[in-house]
């Protein structure tokens, strides 16, 4: 664990000197803008842009029939000619000279629309005679996002049941909110290829994205990522069309074109965290034995999706919890609406399907007469026990460890106690609660976990790792340095970390699922490990003794147990260099086949599990309704911690994430439309929300991930929402709709008078 | 649209230029003097990503004309320290681990340096409502607080 170790990226970003996408600048660059259509549902009859190009300034406006290649990427629309689906849906683009006229010329395009009949909700998605919104579908389910899970027979075990519990919980539409607005610079190479500077989370999608626009092979578009502002998923379809739009503005006007999106357009075109509607009903022994358990999840999908199809497999696996339940029946499924779309957000459907289903423990607790804690423990998943699909848990199964800590260290039964007995007359409710969860490491059964990196040892002895992953601000360039000093046996003030660029490393996958250590540390350390090899070989024949007798530490290599027989790494990789050895080596992670049944949704889901358990200490204000956090426990299980600070930072982030979604965070609409698209309106938190906070960290063995590291991103959110909620209800406060806001409280107090 | 004189010291450095009148001050800043060290995040003065310091006070460098900053005095994160000679501020902020993405930074430190500058001994209440302008979407804040305690500390060390 290394704490005293900076980021590697610190100095720049302390001192102003990152650059961002919007940061750069080319000579004769030209602003792009796109015209949205702010519909929800329309074929379009017209597009007049003859006022428009005449503004002074205007270099180019182009619409979908003026596209060199397509008009859409996947299933999303870079521009649309005929049908617009929701808000966003882009109908023209202009390159202008400036801001201004760009501005204005977009105020001088006229579009006539005849309106179509929307469908903006998930209810009124599956109503029978539901307008269909995909042509060539026949009806508006997700293609290929319904997964599905059947462990024993539901039937016998409800029977077998002596309490059944049925309930639906909701969740909303959630803005990643990264700081930094999505931005593009587009410019040509000498061999007429095209130069992508963007912000972008998974380059080589953006990629993709720019050569479907522009009709190229991959091979003739080179994504340079800039530093990114955050993206928590959230850089992803939103990235791909601004960068395939400006590479057509690009192509079009033979200029570089840079375009950035304000935090309005961000908002209303980039992916949001999916609302779910979750149905579950629990069947269980008056022991609290839990015998079946049913769930019908449905996400919104909105109206364009590629990701419903496998986070939807995410939430089948996890949908039952951590637990150990003979008979279980689970589907998930996501519809088209006419609003924004769902797309990754950090914890891929988990912080929902966590939320209702922890909610539900604790709701079948009250129900049984058993304390939170008792129902859990009766039902926690243990090593050898078999997971609801089917997979025998070998390793360590730390579910109940974290959670037994993490109460320890809240004071849970003490204050728990002590809550219990306050007064109804007291102008404050306090309560505390608790959500445990696991997650599955890295991509398992969803895809492929493979990626590569390149490590190039330089004839002075500095070290470039490239990985074919990303650094988005999680700190993955400093985790893969402390990987590779480690390996090669020097200091990582050595290693210089590059971002990815298209052309420079192999295309190693998205850097998703909590994975950018678990699986993008792999080729790196077998990558560093050959050049060890190479420089032991070289340093054996000085050092007169066999490769195998040596080690690399502190920047020396060295006779094990004869430290004094010694080279410096420098002087050896000066020797290797001089005398023709390769000391630049590529990496590749293949991962083993792993076999899932769809039908039945069995399989080895995942390789490892991470365990976490959040511990919430809630106060609601019976005067204003407003509900604060006092304090906050989080503990993880996440195998080997590489660094401290950047740990901890995972999980502080993750907190505030969290306390947003349990109670402020939201997207609203106004007839499909959203009527909060910047931070005036759209609320998350600010250093003053945050509540006192405990972090700690269980390290366990055995685990499947580089250096023993398993995912922690996205296990730092994906309980604390639930957390809250439970903390809520114990306060009085059962809520089965996320965000709650103070308004709702607030009547529920007003309610009871 | 009418251009006027606009002078302004930045970093020790005067600007003299004749601008238009809707230009902002981040503009000014950012396209102007090539200092893209603040950052636009929303435009409407929520974000604090474009914090800069004007005449002694924090400031959204979004929300100010720049013609009425005329004859003022601006720091910018680029002057705050240079690489080899870090502020005790950023110095803080590196030890403790306090940035993530980055994006945010620039005006947080800007934040925390004229809160430091007015109040060198501020309590955590007093350094969460400093901040609380400025929105960090990746840290939680708690190593950002915990890096600006550790600053002040230090800067009274060196005065004492």
């Given amino acids: 664990m290394a704490d005293k170790i900076h980021r590697i990226d610190a100095v720049e970003k302390v001192t102003g000197q990152t650059k961002f996408a919007a940061d750069l600048h080319l000579p004769g660059q030209l602003t792009g803008r796109v015209l949205r259509c702010h519909q929800t549902h329309a074929r379009i009859r017209s597009i007049d842009t003859s006022k428009a190009c005449k503004v002074p300034g205007v270099v180019s406006i182009m619409l979908a029939g003026d596209l060199p290649a397509h008009t859409s990427w996947s299933t999303y629309p870079i521009l649309s000619g005929e049908h617009v689906r929701y808000q966003g849906d882009a109908v023209a683009l202009i390159a202008a000279e400036s801001e201004q006229a760009a501005e204005s010329a977009l105020a001088k395009i006229k579009v006539e629309y005849e309106q179509l009949p929307s469908v903006l909700s998930i209810e009124e998605a599956l109503q029978e005679n539901a307008p269909v919104l995909h042509e060539g579908r026949t009806d508006n389910r997700v293609a290929n996002s319904h997964w599905p899970v059947r462990q024993g027979n539901v039937a016998a075990g409800f029977a077998q049941s002596e309490v059944i519990l049925e309930r639906e919980y909701r969740t909303s539409h959630i803005e990643h909110a990264y700081i930094e607005p999505e931005a593009v610079l587009v410019t040509t190479d000498w061999d007429d290829s095209l130069i992508v500077f963007g912000s972008t989370q998974n380059p080589f999608n953006t990629r993709r994205a720019v050569a479907a626009a522009a009709g190229y092979p991959l091979s003739k578009v080179r994504v340079v990522q800039q530093a990114v502002g955050g ?223 390149i490590v190039s040892v330089q004839s002075d002895g500095s070290i470039i790792v490239r990985s074919s992953l990303t650094d988005m601000g999680q700190g993955l360039q400093t985790a893969h340095a402390l990987l590779a000093a480690k390996e090669l046996g020097v200091s990582p003030e050595r290693i210089v970390c590059k971002s990815v660029d298209t052309t420079a490393v192999p295309e190693g996958g998205m850097t998703v699922a909590s994975r950018g250590t678990f699986a993008g540390g792999k080729p790196l350390i077998l990558a560093a490990g050959q050049i060890r090899e190479t420089l032991f070989r070289v340093a054996s024949r000085r050092l007169d003794c066999s490769p195998a007798e040596l080690a690399a530490e502190d920047d020396w290599i060295f006779v094990i147990g004869k430290p004094e027989r010694k080279l410096s790494f420098d002087e050896v990789v ?180 | 649209m009418a251009k006027k004189r606009l002078r302004l010291t930045v970093n020790g450095r005067l600007l003299d230029k004749e601008i238009e009148e809707s230009i902002r001050l981040l503009d000014v800043l950012r396209d102007e003097m090539l200092l893209t060290g603040s950052k636009e995040g929303c435009g409407i003065g929520e974000c604090g990503a474009c914090t800069v310091i004007l005449d002694g006070k924090a400031v959204n460098s979004c929300m100010v004309l720049a013609l009425s900053a005329d004859g003022g005095v601006v720091e910018t994160v680029e002057g705050l320290g240079r690489r080899d000679k870090l502020h005790p501020i950023q110095a803080a902020f590196l030890d403790n681990h306090a940035l993530q993405c980055g994006f945010c930074t620039p005006g947080m430190l800007m934040s925390a340096k004229a809160l430091l500058d007015e109040n060198p001994n501020p309590s955590e209440a007093e350094i969460k409502e400093a901040i609380s302008g400025n929105l960090c979407r990746c840290t939680g804040y708690v190593q950002i607080v915990d890096a600006i305690k550790d600053a002040a500390g230090r800067s009274r060390g060196q005065r004492g």
């Fill in chain 1, 231 to 453: 993206s928590f998923g959230g850089k992803e379809e939103s990235m791909g069309l601004l960068a395939g739009r400006a590479a057509i503005l690009c192509l079009q006007t033979g200029r570089p074109v840079k375009m950035l999106y304000s935090r309005e357009e961000s908002i209303i075109e980039s992916s949001k965290r999916h609302p779910f509607r979750l149905r579950y009903k629990v069947g269980a022994k008056r022991d609290g034995r839990i015998m079946a358990l049913q769930a019908e999840l449905v996400d919104e999908g909105g109206a364009y999706n590629f990701q419903a199809q496998f986070m939807n497999w995410r939430a089948s696996v996890h949908a039952a919890g951590a637990y150990r339940i003979p008979n279980v029946k689970v589907d998930v499924y996501a519809v088209h609406t006419n609003r924004i779309f769902g797309g990754a957000m950090r914890g891929y459907s988990s912080p929902q399907i966590i939320f209702a289903q922890e909610s539900l423990m604790d709701e079948l607790a009250a129900e049984l007469g058993m304390e939170p804690l008792a129902l859990r423990q009766v039902n926690f998943l243990h090593e050898n026990d078999t997971t609801i699909t089917g997979q025998v848990l070998t390793a360590a199964v730390n579910a109940e460890k974290v959670t037994l800590r993490a109460l320890e260290l809240a004071d849970y039964v003490r204050k728990r106690a002590e809550y219990q007995e306050q007064s109804s007359e007291a102008s404050v409710e306090r309560g505390i609660g608790f959500a445990t969860s696991f997650r599955g490491c890295g991509l398992g059964a969803e895809a492929p976990d493979a990626t590569g990196a």
């Fill in chain 1, 574 to 753: 000066a020797t290797a260099f001089w005398s023709g050895y390769p000391l630049s080596a590529s990496g590749w992670f293949q991962p083993d086949p792993v076999e899932w049944d769809h039908a039945a949704g069995q399989g080895e889901a995942f390789p490892s599990y991470s365990y976490g358990c959040v511990v919430a200490d809630v106060e609601v204000n019976k005067i204003t309704g407003m509900a604060t956090v006092r304090n906050l426990v989080s503990v993880h299980d996440v195998g080997q911690v590489i660094h401290l600070g950047a740990a901890a930072g995972q999980v502080y982030g993750g907190i505030a994430m969290g306390m947003g979604m349990a109670l402020m965070e939201e997207v609203t609409f106004r007839q499909g439309l959203v009527s909060n698209p910047n931070f005036d309106k759209y609320l998350v938190p600010t250093a003053m929300d945050i509540p006192e906070v405990v972090c700690e960290f269980i390290e366990s063995k055995d685990n499947s991930g580089a250096a023993g590291a398993k995912s922690l991103g996205e296990a730092a959110l994906e309980a604390v929402a639930a957390a809250v909620a439970n903390a809520l209800a114990a306060a009085g406060f059962r809520s089965r709709v996320l965000p709650v806001l103070s308004e709702s409280l607030l009547r529920e107090v007003n309610g009871r008078r």
